[in-house]
C-alpha cells in the first residue's frame, strides 16, 4: 500500500512558476513509476509527466520544455518544476504511483495560473 500526499499548489501570474511535491509512504518507493496527471474542469485526466525508477522520463507534448519531472528516492518524493505557467495549466495536478501489479493516486493539488 502506498499513500501519496501533493503540496505546493496556488495561484500564480502567468509567466510564472510553481514547484509540486509529492511524498510517498510505504515500501518500495524506488521501484514504482511516478507521475503527475492533471484535470481541469470538464477535461478528462491526462498525464503531464512522468519518471521510471531508472529515472527515464516523459512529457506531454503541451508542457515540454516548462516543466520538469524528478525524483529522491531517498526521501520518497517526486517534484514537478512548472515554469512560464499559461492559464491553460490551470487543474488539478494529482500524483501517481505505479508497478504492474498495483497503482495508486493522491488527493490531489489545486494550480491556478490568471492575473
Known amino acids: 500500500q502506498v499513500q501519496l500526499v501533493e503540496s505546493g499548489g496556488g495561484l500564480v501570474q502567468p509567466g510564472g512558476s510553481l514547484s509540486l511535491s509529492c511524498a510517498a509512504s510505504?515500501?518500495?518507493?524506488?521501484?514504482?513509476?511516478m507521475g503527475w496527471y492533471r484535470q481541469a474542469p470538464g477535461k478528462q485526466r491526462e498525464l503531464v509527466a512522468s519518471?521510471?525508477?531508472?529515472?527515464?522520463?516523459n512529457y506531454a507534448d503541451s508542457v515540454k520544455g516548462r516543466f520538469t519531472i524528478s525524483r529522491d528516492n531517498a526521501k520518497n518524493k517526486v517534484y514537478l518544476q512548472m515554469n512560464s505557467l499559461k492559464p491553460e495549466d490551470t487543474a488539478v495536478y494529482y500524483c501517481?504511483?505505479?508497478?504492474?501489479?498495483?497503482?495508486?493516486w493522491g488527493q490531489g493539488t489545486q494550480v491556478t495560473v490568471s492575473s
Open positions: 501517481k504511483a505505479e508497478r504492474s501489479v498495483a497503482s495508486y
Open positions: 510505504g515500501s518500495f518507493f524506488s521501484i514504482y513509476v
Open positions: 519518471i521510471t525508477a531508472g529515472r527515464n522520463t
